[in-house]
T-cell receptor, first 114, second 112 residues
Framework: SAVISQKPSRDICQRGTSLTIQCQVDSQVTMMFWYRQQPGQSLTLIATANQGSEATYESGFVIDKFPISRPNLTFSTLTVSNMSPEDSSIYLC???????????FGSGTRLTVV | GQQVMQIPQYQHVQEGEDFTTYCNSSTTLSNIQWYKQRPGGHPVFLIQLVKSGEVKKQKRLTFQFGEAKKNSSLHITATQTTDVGTYFCAGRWITSYDKVIFGPGTSLSVIP
């Protein structure tokens, strides 16, 4: 299975600022996925990041708020822009290496906005 | 829309008792995956079910996919404290095959 390195693991940020989360995979993958998980809740897909094209955003998520970069097949970033306390959550990146192996998740970024 | 429901939301069992969580979709699924998330951890893939009526076992865990491919279940026999966590099903539909949608999860507590 793949190894995914995600950083930072946690951060406390002031409202109105932005945070960029990085996700590095140890092998090449076509698609990378960004999820949000609020405390005690399920995982909500934010967007799918393909290398060489713009990310595809799910309903309720927009590029201006969550810009994503995918410069190559092993790396992606998610930026949470103009943060408010409602953005406090855990953000996870994920990849699928083949449908038989399911999704592998990074360890997550716990974001607190004050 | 595409969503999966899961029941129960919470389950508290005595160690040694059995546990079952159920997952349901209103539309036919292409396949379904199950994940376990330990407290403070990230989701970890357990299994994928693809075929109608499929049953798979992993030690004390038994996974079933309904004949109509609209529901699934995870059964744990003789729970142990190591089973504590939240169990999520995640559905995939043929119309959106490049992603899965996670159910709300069932949080399992095991009382020693």
């Amino acid at each position: 299975s793949a190894v995914i390195s995600q950083k930072p693991s946690r951060d406390i940020c002031q409202r109105g600022t932005s945070l960029t989360i990085q996700c590095q995979v140890d092998s090449q993958v076509t698609m990378m996925f960004w999820y949000r998980q609020q405390p005690g809740q399920s995982l909500t897909l934010i967007a799918t990041a393909n290398q060489g094209s713009e990310a595809t955003y799910e309903s309720g998520f927009v590029i201006d708020k969550f810009p994503i970069s995918r410069p190559n097949l092993t790396f992606s970033t998610l930026t949470v822009s103009n943060m408010s306390p409602e953005d406090s959550s855990i953000y996870l990146c994920s990849v699928e290496f083949g449908s038989d192996y399911g999704y592998t998740f990074g360890s997550g970024t716990r974001l607190t906005v004050v | 829309g595409q969503q999966v429901m899961q029941i129960p939301q919470y389950q508290h069992v005595q160690e040694g008792e059995d546990f079952t969580t159920y997952c349901n979709s209103s539309t036919t699924l292409s396949n379904i995956q199950w994940y376990k998330q330990r407290p403070g951890g990230h989701p970890v893939f357990l299994i994928q079910l693809v075929k109608s009526g499929e049953v798979k076992k992993q030690k004390r865990l038994t996974f079933q996919f309904g004949e109509a491919k609209k529901n699934s279940s995870l059964h744990i026999t003789a729970t142990q404290t190591t089973d504590v966590g939240t169990y999520f099903c995640a559905g995939r539909w043929i119309t959106s095959y490049d992603k899965v949608i996670f159910g709300p999860g069932t949080s399992l507590s095991v009382i020693p």
